[in-house]
């Protein structure tokens, strides 16, 4: 059976004396396997496109000159576009990547995955010698994703800028390169049905310079509120608030009823009215806010039970407000009521979306 073709696209700017070793390493290292190297240079001031060219008389490599600094991200999707194989890796320039890996992504692509990433963060991978600061930049990063995108919870190394997918996972996805990392659109707009991950040790930057500065960190932000606008991720936000303003005047109209009318003592009324918003909604949670994310095996009632319990702790956050408030601070208690609801909210949020819609 012929191998599928890999092509591999590597960003480069002033990369010039990386590239003979690069190439050199990802030819050892792919042995006889079909792959071509598309470098997409950003019309490099130190000769780069000329040295890929001077090799290509050794190794499969071609060069695509784009005439303004363009940026990474960018360059990573043209390479895309150009890109003939039918397996497609991303790498630097720079042998921070190191090209020993190639084979072990191939073979992960080769037993099912549409998506290979190699990664610094699951075991045998590391950052190398990264400072502290950048250790802690790094490792909020990936957890602000994993917030924020729920798509990229189930990979370790989201960040990561060297990896290996399957053509038909970007085929007809449009990528919008705000930041540099590419990998974050290809998760979570290209939906690959099976990601994993191959460990790899971050090496130091072999020659040249580093190219990427603290203004990647606003880039990245801006990346992940464009991608959750892309992916929905907003408009869930939206319809959880929506749902939760609907059922605190389910929640405080069924108190003062249940207060005035029926004559419960505060307290009971409330615990009363908080059951019922609860339930209130998680129904419309369940039917409007998290409809896509049902687990295969969850059921309603299951569901609902984890709700109940998970709102558990919003329940005494709320009757201890509405307690104390009323109680110790002479407040009217559809007003205290009111702000336990409010301190409850962020809490069940989090927890539900963690846990109940996971
Ligand atoms: N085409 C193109 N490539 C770029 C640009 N900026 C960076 N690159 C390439 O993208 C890759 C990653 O950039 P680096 O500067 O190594 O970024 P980094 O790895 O986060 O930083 P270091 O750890 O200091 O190397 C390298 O291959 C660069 O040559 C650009 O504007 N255009
Ligand atoms: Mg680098």
Request: net charge positive.
């Amino acid at each position: 059976m012929t191998k599928p073709h890999l092509t591999i696209v590597i960003p480069s700017y002033k990369e010039a004396a990386n590239m003979p070793l690069l190439l050199e390493q990802i030819h050892s290292a792919l042995g006889d396997y079909p792959y071509d190297v598309l470098v997409i240079d950003d019309n490099s001031p130190d000769g780069t496109a000329e040295t890929v060219r001077s090799l290509a008389e050794k190794y499969p490599v071609s060069v695509t000159v784009r005439k303004d600094k363009r940026g990474l991200a960018s360059a990573v999707v043209d390479g895309f576009k150009l890109a003939g194989g039918d397996i497609v890796a991303v790498m630097d320039a720079d042998l921070q990547h190191p090209p020993a890996v190639l084979p072990r992504l191939v073979r992960a692509i080769e037993a099912g995955a549409d998506l290979a990433v190699a990664s610094r963060y699951v075991p045998g991978g590391s950052v190398g010698n990264w400072s502290a600061t950048r250790r802690v930049i790094s490792r909020g990063a990936v957890i602000l994703s994993h917030l924020l995108l729920p798509s990229t919870r189930g990979i370790k190394d989201p960040m990561s800028g060297y990896f290996m997918l399957r053509k038909d996972v970007i085929s007809g996805i449009e990528l919008s390169p705000v930041g540099y990392k590419i990998l974050l659109e290809v998760i979570c707009l290209g939906c690959p049905h099976q990601a994993v991950e191959v460990p790899f040790i971050f090496e130091n930057r072999r020659a040249g310079v580093t190219k990427l500065s603290m203004v990647t960190q606003t880039d990245y932000l801006r990346h992940l509120l464009s991608l959750m606008r892309r992916t929905g991720e907003f408009r869930r936000i939206v319809k959880f608030v929506t749902v939760g303003g609907t059922g605190t005047l389910v929640n405080l109209g069924l108190l003062a009823v249940l207060k005035e009318w029926a004559g419960l003592h505060y307290l009971v009324a409330g615990a009363v009215a908080f059951e019922v918003s609860v339930v209130w909604n998680f129904l419309l949670n369940d039917r409007f806010t998290f409809r896509d994310r049902k687990r295969p095996d969850g059921t309603l009632p299951g569901r609902l039970l984890r709700f109940n319990v998970t709102s558990l702790g919003g329940f005494i956050i709320y009757i201890a407000i509405l307690a104390l408030l009323t109680q110790v601070f002479g407040l009217y208690y559809i007003v205290s009521a009111a702000i336990g609801i409010l301190i409850g909210f962020g809490w069940n949020f989090m927890v539900n979306s963690a846990w109940t819609w996971r």
